[in-house]
């Protein structure tokens, strides 16, 4: 469109007498000028709405996550403590008995937990990491247990119940036992 107009321009230009070239030329810069100002207009709408677009993608990711996908999650890891529970009766209950049957449920079962971590990680749900000491912000304690040593204080002794953490929040504390100095 720009250069159908800009051919009609140099068209009008060619008739027009030269006494008026001078009148002329002024009339076309205020033309070349508002030209401009359009084309500068156009690319601030288009960065605009760039800029909305990209919002907007961030407001349905957000209600996605949030709504639907974060329920689910969490619904996983009900699902994931019930069958590490499970796992830990069976490995408890087998003690001293060496049934194939019970050997074979054992390992169905941690094969069951370990396609669940799987299916966390493509949700991208990922294990909080083992730590030394406590860390208030991936960590709940549970119990506390007593030590004369100061430099124990702190120190994770058991981990009771996995920790998990989602889009880079934590979904769920882990729970600890910890030792702490009297």
């Not at 060496?98 to 990922?126: P, Y």
Request: charged share 30%; net charge negative; glycine share 2%.
């Amino acid at each position: 469109m720009e250069s159908a107009l800009t051919r009609r321009i140099e068209q009008i230009a060619s008739i027009i007498l030269p006494a008026h070239a001078t009148e002329a030329a002024a009339q076309f810069q205020k033309i070349e000028e508002s030209l401009e100002a359009i084309r500068a207009s156009e690319s601030v709408n288009h960065r605009l709405f760039d800029s909305l677009h990209e919002e907007l993608l961030k407001y349905r990711d957000n209600f996605l996550y949030e709504s639907l996908q974060k329920p689910f999650v969490r619904d996983l890891i009900v699902v994931y403590d019930d069958l590490t529970t499970l796992a830990a009766q069976l490995k408890t209950a087998s003690e001293g008995r060496k049934s194939e049957r019970l050997m074979r449920w054992q390992d169905n079962l941690g094969n069951a937990i370990h396609a669940l971590l799987e299916v966390f990680h493509r949700l991208e749900v990922t294990e909080v990491e083992s730590k030394e000491f406590v860390d208030l912000k991936i960590h709940r304690v549970a119990a506390y247990e007593a030590t004369s040593r100061t430099e124990d204080d702190g120190r994770i002794v058991t981990r009771v119940k996995r920790g998990f953490i989602w889009r880079g929040n934590v979904l769920r504390p882990e729970e600890v036992i910890a030792l702490r100095c009297q």
